[in-house]
């Protein structure tokens, strides 16, 4: 065999094996992640709010405050990670600086309008003056997951008799 002939099987043979199909893997490489580690637990900013309200023909102001509070038991998302739960307080009062009602509401003054998952993962989280209507005040309250959209919105009302009314709002 002459010394091209050996050249042109040579190069025939190296384009055939490099015009060949290339083995295709079926593995998929994923970079290993951590899971992010929990850290201190969570707590609320603390808030105040002041409203001026005309009640029965008289004038009030209704203050609702939240703060968090350690001494409630705290709720842990599904990362393991804490958050503290709240404690909020409504006081009316009167245009003489008397105190008409004072009253702090946790979790627990909810419990009958939550279901297990909020009564063991949820805070109570927000608190806020709706209307007066009647005899009444209407405030809209709510049991959150923590840092998520998910909550159960709830009603409380306050009567001229300092009675407390809680329900769940169905009202969406």
Known sequence: MSHKAIIALSLVGLLTVSCGKKK???DIIVQHTEAPKPLAPIKMQDY?????VQWLGKQYQVEVSRQSDDSLGMVKDETGQK???NRITLKVIRADGSVFCSKTFTKSAFDACLDDD???TGILEGF???KVEGNQLFFAASVCHPQTD???PLK???SNFGE???????EE
């Open 128 to 130: 806020v003056f709706d």
């Open 150 to 152: 998910e909550y159960i």
């Open 83 to 85: 958050f503290v739960d």
């Open 164 to 170: 407390v009314g809680i329900s769940r709002d169905n």
């Open 48 to 52: 105040k709010d002041v409203k001026d």
């Open 24 to 26: 295709q893997h079926d």
């Open 118 to 120: 909020y009564r063991k």
């Open 156 to 158: 409380v009302t306050l």
